[in-house]
Every structure is written in C-alpha cells, then in structure tokens.
T-cell receptor
Framework: QKEVEQDPGPLSVPEGAIVSLNCTYSNSAFQYFMWYRQYSRKGPELLMYTYSSGNKEDGRFTAQVDKSSKYISLFIRDSQPSDSATYLCAMNTGGYQKVTFGTGTKLQVIP | DGGITQSPKYLFRKEGQNVTLSCEQN?????MYWYRQDPGQGLRLIYYSQIVNDFQKGDIAEGYSVSREKKESFPLTVTSAQKNPTAFYLC?????????FGPGTRLTVL
C-alpha cells in the first residue's frame, strides 16, 4: 500500500463547477500538507500549504485537512479552463524531512 | 527575479554516456532536491542536500550522482549505470517544509 493515495483521474468538469480533489494517507506522523498544480511539461507550482488539521482558503481555492481520517482535500470554486492541470498532494512530518507526493489527479475544465 | 532555473529544457543522450543536468536557485534556500517524474508514478526522490558540501541519497539514487559545492547550485549527473534514465527531472529547493520547483529537464535516451 502506498503511503499517499490519490485518484489519477482524469476528472472532467464544466466551467464554473466546484471541484473536489482528495488524498488519503497512512502515516499519522504527517503534519504539513501541500497542494501543487502542474501544467503539462512544467514544474509543479505550490498552491496551498497547511499545517495540521483545519481549513485554509486562498481565493477560489480551499485546502482541508482531517487528520483523524487521514484525508486531505482541495476545493476549487468557479473552476476555469485555466485550472486544467494535474494536481499533486504532498505531505511530510516537518522540518527538512522527506516530502511524500501523491501521483496526481488530472483535471480538465471544459468551457 | 527570484527562482529556480534548470537547463537544458530538453536533453538527448546516447546509451553509455553520462550527462549532467543543471539546477541553480537564487532564493537563498539551504535545502535542494532532485526528483524524477514518470507517468503514473508521481515524484520520486533521487538525492537531496540540506547544506553545502553535504547530500544524502533518496529513494532511487542508483545510477545518479550529485555535488553541492555552492549554496546556489546542485547539479545532477545521470550516469551510464542508470538503467532507465528517460524521464522528466525536477529540481526543487526549500525553506522548511515548502518546496519550490524548477521548470524541469526532459531527458531522452536514444
């Protein structure tokens, strides 16, 4: 079993929809959680960074962490065609410790 | 502009050759990382360095080598011992937990 599980998709939604992207993990020591957006043939771009449980909002993006369920989510409101990309979840135990990445979910927002 | 640069963007190598991928950052980050990305496998850690003149093996270090002589630079050499080197290579740097990535180098072995 992988330490971090992420549905690879692809996920297709119409423009304006609310998108929910999710990851589950098995290591209860993970404390820091990140979401990256990666356009085709580009490097990943850090979107959201959260510590421990709770919600964090930044514009149309909301990151949610439920440590009791070992489950994290990224919500995208009013999705746009420019949101079409692969979204990677990532997490680690803190400091300069190794970051474990999910395999990514490919999202397509259809105009 | 602050950021991470990788060169070249595309690299072609014949079997049996060593090649070196460049990674430079001007973010003043202490830690730097090399990942390999293959379809359906996510990012796998090759090597990382938390400080100048020190580096550690990641999960898939065999067939790769690195150096960290300067804070800004962390080059990766893909040696002929790497059995399946065709992949997308990503360099990253970090301050604490947030890692920032370069644009990547796509290596193809002919």
């Amino acid at each position: 079993q992988k330490e971090v599980e992420q549905d690879p998709g692809p996920l297709s939604v119409p423009e304006g929809a609310i998108v929910s992207l999710n990851c589950t993990y098995s290591n209860s020591a993970f404390q820091y959680f990140m979401w990256y957006r990666q356009y085709s043939r580009k490097g990943p771009e850090l979107l959201m960074y959260t510590y421990s449980s709770g919600n964090k909002e930044d514009g149309r993006f909301t990151a949610q962490v439920d440590k009791s369920s070992k489950y994290i989510s990224l919500f995208i409101r009013d999705s746009q065609p420019s949101d079409s990309a692969t979204y990677l979840c990532a997490m680690n135990t803190g400091g300069y410790q190794k970051v474990t990445f999910g395999t990514g979910t490919k999202l397509q927002v259809i105009p | 502009d602050g950021g991470i640069t990788q060169s070249p963007k595309y690299l072609f190598r014949k079997e049996g050759q060593n090649v070196t991928l460049s990674c430079e950052q001007n973010l003043n980050h202490d830690a730097m990382y090399w990942y390999r990305q293959d379809p359906g496998q996510g990012l796998r850690l090759i090597y990382y360095s938390q400080i100048v003149n020190d580096f550690q093996k990641g999960d898939i270090a065999e067939g790769y080598s690195v150096s960290r002589e300067k804070k800004e630079s962390f080059p990766l050499t893909v040696t002929s011992a790497q059995k399946n080197p065709t992949a997308f290579y990503l360099c990253a740097s970090s301050i604490q937990d947030e890692q920032f990535f370069g644009p990547g180098t796509r290596l193809t072995v002919l």
